[in-house]
């Protein structure tokens, strides 16, 4: 059974460094792109970027690119969305989800939340 | 302001059928698949339709998606109450580089 297990909720104040994990299982983690989804409480999904686990290589949103960073370990089978100046706007719940179009498996989410 | 457009919110009995609205351009629904997501509350998005038409496994045949040009619709017949939920298309934007999605429906099932 493939799934994607995320870590669990964060608070941060702004200015923090946070990274946030996504393992996956059930399948050959380098055979898929690992993306990440970001969603505002009560908005709508917004793709953030991919992994492709077999080499590291990335690709981003053009509205998001140097605000983030995606990495994978594929010797733990773990894909990991990163920042190093977190800002309010930050807060939402973030999804990690297997393949490109469609995402055919999804984590659980993880809130972050980025408060002073 | 989404890239894809979908209307806020659709409403019927249960029982009955409805329709979900997708619309986009040649740069990405025109040109590449089209894929439905439901969002149940406080849940994570699961994947309905992909590649226009198709279901995955465990989908049921209730649920049924369409492509025309740079539109797409995706269908739920026999609603039951357990079918309220926001509902996503999403697609590959060959522009932009980036997955794209409308901004949801929401579905109330009266």
């Known amino acids: 059974e493939v799934q994607l297990v995320q870590s669990g909720a964060e608070v941060k104040k702004p200015g923090e460094s946070l990274r946030i994990s996504c393992m996956a299982s059930g399948y050959r983690f380098t055979s898929y792109w690992i993306n990440w989804v970001r969603q505002v409480p009560g908005k709508g999904l917004e793709w953030m970027g991919k992994?492709?686990?077999?080499?590291?290589?990335?690709s981003y949103s053009p509205s998001l690119q140097g605000h983030v960073t995606i990495s994978a370990d594929k010797s733990i089978s773990s894909a990991y969305l990163q920042w190093s100046n977190m800002q309010a706007s930050d807060t939402a719940v973030y999804f990690c989800?297997?393949?490109?179009?469609?995402?055919?498996?999804w984590g659980q989410g993880t809130l972050v939340t980025v408060s002073s | 302001q989404s890239v894809l457009t979908q209307p806020p919110s659709v409403s019927a009995a249960p029982g009955q059928k409805v329709t979900i609205s997708c619309s986009g351009s040649s740069s990405n629904i025109g040109n590449n698949f089209v894929s439905w997501y439901q969002q149940l509350p406080g849940t994570a998005p699961k994947l309905l339709i992909h590649a226009n038409d198709k279901r995955p496994s465990g989908i049921p045949d209730r649920f049924s998606g369409s492509k025309s040009g740079t539109s797409a619709t995706l269908g739920i017949d026999g609603l039951q109450t357990g079918d309220e939920a926001d509902y996503y298309c999403?697609?590959?934007?060959?522009?932009?580089?980036?997955?794209?999605f409308g901004g949801g429906t929401k579905l109330t099932v009266l």
């Open positions: 999403g697609t590959w934007d060959s522009s932009l580089n980036a997955a794209v």
């Open positions: 992994i492709d686990p077999s080499d590291s290589s990335t």
């Open positions: 989800a297997r393949r490109g179009n469609p995402l055919d498996y």
